[in-house]
């Protein structure tokens, strides 16, 4: 049902609600609520001196506001309840002396003083539900949680809902029907049926993802590539051309390549590994045997500096197989570009390096055999679009520096095959992380300046680009300043956040590069990969505002060449967590620990294309039910009942379609 036609959904709280990508009847009764209050409401005479209580009570008199400060008011008015007369009084509430009508009936929050004749309340509300739990919805864009919970009651009792259950699963566990869990969910009368109602409503969510999962990896597992004729002396040829020694993690990810390549089954293979894990040779090996078996390779990254990176240090390595390296940028002269896309044509460039753009309708391939994207972008299905018109069917490698364990990684990037590196290369010195109070800042500015000292280079990384009023985060502007000043204006300091247009980045980020810009403060937009091997420290400010896992991808920004580097973390808060980063330089270490103790949240950034951003699963907490899910769906596509639900033959047929 349109939302338009739910009672009580104008044109404005339509277009909020848009905005929130709720666009149907059936998207609203998905928005849940994330917690619930739970509303004890006793009579006044049980009230116990100073404690928390949820009275009912009845407005008396209109109220009146007392401006004690800027941002500070206090609303007044007079209640009853049962036959005691009392004064209430609410903090920086001004805003709700419109609806103190005289008559009306409230519940109050707070606590009670009969001696004194008052209630001082901490909230109220002028909806009374018969129910005594309150569902409470994450607020946005002036949408208030009793208009939600309005709205939602409607919608409820108007829209027909679809099971994706399948009835022998239902069985199996004793699921309550889908309505009642929405129900439940919804507007619950006891902590029992909120469970029964999350229980299902999880496992459905992550039923039908893990069926998508498994059914892409089927295909893929079906899916016929090119047979390459190579022999396994290559990788002998290959490491005698290496200035070091492979690790014994990335002699294993080449053998997997190797028998991907050779065997008639399409490549679909993530390669998951530590920053500085040494990811780039293993894909160096696959560019290899595919020139050697005579077809192209596309090397992808998500930006055009990493894209030139990847370039200078690709080209020489590969010259010593005569493969011939070409870059692709957009900001290249159209002369040189066309030059390019002709080589490209004629096959005399075997390996491209570029943006995503390179898969883009104007480059002509002559052979293409492989495709590697690096850093986590997934190889969109625009883009399979995109090649499979042009009657290209490659082979698919992924890099990806985003360490998750192994579980999580078998059942999110279950449709991929995965060769892990978790060993580093030897001789890699460890960074030294400190976690730092702002009291102690000095010590992290004197640290700072020994190192510019020493000619090296500096990162500091802040949450926000400005200060939107908060004296607890520092901005990347605030910072600026701060440095200027300890500094006296004598260091270059470059500034770089998601505002800036893409050419005032790369400048400023070239300018970093050959050293003139000595400190570059930036939001988290340095890139995964990014290398500025002088660069030897790293400040990261409220370094509680991120996750572990990320906090320790920009550390990874330093500690990239022989000079021993350094990470300090300045938060006042959450230290515990922070100092996993001092005790170890382990990535997957790290986010076995964030998981821990933050759940999955940061694992929503892993998948880019959304299809992570569960509406009520959570990976960690809920991974029992993410096992039973995957091991059903898997036995349910498996016995082919499937091709006879609408629902999941639907599915199957969108996925073919884009594959
Ligand atoms: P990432 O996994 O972050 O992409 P890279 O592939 O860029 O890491 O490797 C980081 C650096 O380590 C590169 O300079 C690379 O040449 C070097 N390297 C890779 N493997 C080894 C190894 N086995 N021994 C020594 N150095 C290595
Ligand atoms: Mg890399």
Same mark, same amino acid.
Request: glycine share 4%.
């Given at each position: ?20 990508? @709720? ?36 407005? @008396? ?66 909806? &009374?539900?018969?129910? $005594? ?48 869990? %929405? ?67 990335? &002699?294993?990810? @080449?053998?997997? &390549? ?99 753009? %390179? ?93 510019? $000292? ?27 300043? $701060? ?9 270059? &300091? ?59 991808? %920009? ?105």
């Amino acid at each position: 049902m349109e939302l338009k036609n739910i009672k009580g959904i104008g044109p404005t709280l339509e277009k909020k609600l848009n905005n929130l990508g @709720i666009i149907n009847s059936n998207d609203l009764l998905e928005y849940y609520p994330y917690r619930y209050n739970f509303i004890n409401i006793i009579p006044i005479s049980d009230v116990s001196l100073d404690e928390n209580c949820t009275i009912k009570a009845t407005i @008396i008199d209109s109220g009146r506001v007392q401006y004690i400060k800027r941002n500070f008011n206090r609303l007044t008015f007079k209640a009853i309840s049962d036959n005691a007369i009392f004064n209430v009084t609410i903090f920086n509430r001004a805003f709700l002396k419109p609806n103190l009508t005289v008559g009306k009936e409230i519940v109050l929050m707070g606590k009670y003083n009969k001696l004194k004749n008052s209630f001082v309340a901490s909230d109220i509300k002028f909806n &009374i539900f018969d129910n $005594k739990i309150e569902p409470i919805y994450h607020l946005v864009d002036g949408i208030s949680n009793s208009i939600l919970i309005k709205v939602i009651n409607t919608a409820l009792n108007d829209t027909k809902t679809t099971d994706y259950i399948p009835s022998k699963y239902v069985e199996k566990y004793h699921f309550i029907n889908k309505d009642i869990a %929405l129900k439940y969910i919804h507007n619950p009368s006891s902590k029992n049926e909120i469970k029964q109602a999350q229980i299902r409503l999880k496992y459905e969510e992550l039923f039908t993802f893990m069926f998508k999962i498994n059914y892409l990896k089927a295909i893929n597992d079906k899916a016929k590539g090119l047979k390459r004729e190579v022999s396994i002396t290559s990788k002998d040829d290959f490491m005698k051309f290496l200035s070091f020694q492979l690790t014994p993690d990335q &002699i294993k990810a @080449i053998d997997d &390549i190797y028998q991907d390549l050779t065997s008639i089954n399409r490549m679909n293979r993530l390669i998951l590994g530590d920053v500085g894990s040494g990811k780039t040779i293993v894909a160096t090996y696959a560019i290899y045997v595919n020139f050697l078996s005579g077809y192209q390779s596309a090397l992808m990254a998500p930006t055009e500096i990493l894209a030139e990176q990847h370039y200078k240090s690709l080209k020489d390595l590969l010259q010593r197989f005569n493969i011939n390296v070409a870059l692709l940028t957009g900001s290249m002269k159209k002369s040189e570009k066309n030059k390019v896309l002709e080589d490209l044509k004629n096959n005399e460039i075997n390996l491209i390096i570029g943006t995503h753009a %390179l898969i883009s309708s104007n480059v002509t391939f002559n052979k293409l055999g492989l495709v590697i994207t690096d850093e986590q972008h997934r190889f969109g299905v625009d883009q399979r679009n995109t090649l499979r018109d042009k009657g290209i069917t490659p082979d698919v490698l992924y890099l990806s520096a985003t360490p998750i364990p192994r579980t999580y990684a078998l059942t999110i990037y279950g449709d991929l095959n995965l060769s892990l590196i978790k060993t580093k290369p030897k001789g890699r010195r460890e960074i030294i992380t400190c976690v730092k109070k702002e009291i102690e800042i000095k010590d992290v500015l004197y640290k700072m300046l020994e190192e510019l $000292k020493l000619n090296h280079q500096i990162y500091v990384v802040s949450p926000l680009i400005e200060n939107n009023n908060s004296d607890e985060l520092k901005s990347v502007f605030d910072l600026k300043e $701060k440095m200027d000043l300890a500094f006296n204006k004598q260091v270059k &300091i470059g500034i770089l956040h998601g505002k800036l247009k893409n050419t005032e980045k790369d400048e400023i980020m070239q300018k970093f590069k050959n050293g003139e810009i000595k400190i570059l403060i930036s939001t988290t937009v340095i890139e995964v990969g990014i290398d500025v091997p002088n660069s030897t420290m790293i400040v990261i400010y409220n370094a509680e505002r991120f996750g572990l896992a990320t906090l320790h991808q %920009l550390r990874g920004r330093v500690g990239r060449s022989d000079l021993q580097s350094y990470c300090y973390l300045v938060s006042n808060k959450d230290i515990e967590r922070l100092k996993v980063l001092e005790e170890s330089n382990d990535g997957f270490y790290i986010s076995e620990k964030d998981f821990q103790m933050r759940g999955s949240g940061d694992l929503f950034g892993v998948r880019q294309s959304g299809d992570m951003a569960f509406k009520i699963a959570n990976l960690k907490n809920d991974y029992q039910i993410l096992l039973k899910a995957q091991e059903d769906s898997q036995e349910y596509l498996k016995t082919n009942a499937y091709k006879d639900n609408e629902y999941y033959k639907n599915i199957v047929e969108t996925i073919n379609f884009i594959n």
